[in-house]
C-alpha cells in the first residue's frame, strides 16, 4: 500500500515536470543563430509541378521568411502545418512569407492531396526530391523550421515540432526578422 503511494507520488512529480518543460520561454525554442549562413539557390519544383529557382534574397519587397522543412511520412510534421497556417495568416501584415519544403519522394500532386487533407492549404509549397537545400545548409531531420532574413541569411533554426502560432513565438520571430 504505501509503495502505490509512493508510485503516485513520483508520476505526479513527473507529470508536474513535463508540463514546466512544455511551456518555455519562446526565445529559447528560436534563439538566433550565431553562425548564420546564406539560405543557398537551387532549383526545385512548386506546386504546378514546374521547375523552379528558390532565391530568397532576390530583392523582393519580403521582411522574411519562415521555412519549414517536411515530409508525409513525418508525422509531426503531419501535426504543425494547420499551425504554420494560422502563423502564415499573423505574419502577411508584416510581409513575412510562410513556406513549406517537401523533402518525399512522393509524387507532387500526392503530397499537394496531403497537404489539402491537412489544413496548410494556404501556404506556398515547394519540392526538393534530391533534397539539395537540406543538405546543404546540413539540416538533420524534420520537422525543421528556419528563419531567413530579407538578406537571405538564415537567422534561427528550430528542429521538431512547435506552435508556430502562439503570440511569444510570433513575437520571438518578428524581433529575429526585423
Same mark, same amino acid.
Given at each position: 500500500?504505501?509503495?502505490?503511494?509512493?508510485?503516485?507520488?513520483?508520476?505526479? =512529480?513527473? =507529470?508536474?515536470?513535463?508540463?514546466?518543460? /512544455?511551456?518555455?520561454?519562446?526565445?529559447?525554442?528560436?534563439?538566433? =543563430?550565431? !553562425?548564420?549562413?546564406? #539560405? *543557398?539557390?537551387?532549383?526545385?519544383? !512548386? +506546386?504546378?509541378?514546374? *521547375?523552379?529557382?528558390?532565391?530568397?534574397?532576390?530583392? +523582393?519587397?519580403? /521582411?522574411?521568411?519562415?521555412? /519549414? #522543412?517536411?515530409?508525409?511520412?513525418?508525422?509531426?510534421?503531419?501535426?504543425?502545418? *494547420?499551425?504554420? +497556417?494560422? =502563423?502564415?495568416? &499573423?505574419?502577411?501584415?508584416?510581409?513575412?512569407?510562410?513556406?513549406? @519544403?517537401?523533402?518525399?519522394?512522393? $509524387?507532387?500532386?500526392?503530397?499537394?492531396? #496531403?497537404?489539402?487533407? $491537412?489544413?496548410?492549404?494556404?501556404?506556398?509549397?515547394? #519540392?526538393?526530391?534530391?533534397?539539395? @537545400?537540406?543538405?546543404?545548409? &546540413?539540416?538533420?531531420?524534420? *520537422?525543421?523550421?528556419?528563419?531567413?532574413?530579407?538578406?537571405?541569411?538564415?537567422?534561427? &533554426?528550430?528542429?521538431?515540432?512547435?506552435?508556430?502560432?502562439?503570440?511569444?513565438?510570433?513575437?520571438?520571430?518578428?524581433?529575429?526578422? /526585423?
Amino acid at each position: 500500500m504505501h509503495t502505490s503511494k509512493f508510485n503516485k507520488k513520483i508520476l505526479l =512529480l513527473l =507529470l508536474y515536470f513535463l508540463i514546466l518543460s /512544455n511551456n518555455t520561454v519562446a526565445g529559447e525554442y528560436i534563439a538566433k =543563430l550565431t !553562425d548564420q549562413i546564406q #539560405f *543557398p539557390t537551387f532549383t526545385v519544383f !512548386d +506546386s504546378n509541378e514546374k *521547375p523552379t529557382i528558390l532565391k530568397l534574397n532576390d530583392g +523582393s519587397n519580403k /521582411n522574411g521568411y519562415v521555412v /519549414n #522543412f517536411w515530409a508525409t511520412w513525418c508525422v509531426p510534421c503531419k501535426k504543425e502545418l *494547420p499551425d504554420l +497556417s494560422l =502563423l502564415d495568416q &499573423k505574419l502577411e501584415k508584416y510581409k513575412i512569407d510562410v513556406l513549406t @519544403i517537401s523533402i518525399d519522394k512522393k $509524387n507532387i500532386k500526392d503530397q499537394i492531396i #496531403f497537404l489539402k487533407k $491537412n489544413g496548410a492549404t494556404n501556404l506556398t509549397h515547394y #519540392f526538393d526530391k534530391k533534397m539539395d @537545400i537540406f543538405k546543404a545548409i &546540413k539540416l538533420r531531420g524534420v *520537422p525543421t523550421t528556419i528563419l531567413v532574413d530579407r538578406t537571405g541569411l538564415i537567422v534561427s &533554426k528550430h528542429e521538431g515540432i512547435l506552435k508556430w502560432s502562439e503570440d511569444l513565438i510570433v513575437k520571438e520571430i518578428l524581433k529575429l526578422l /526585423n
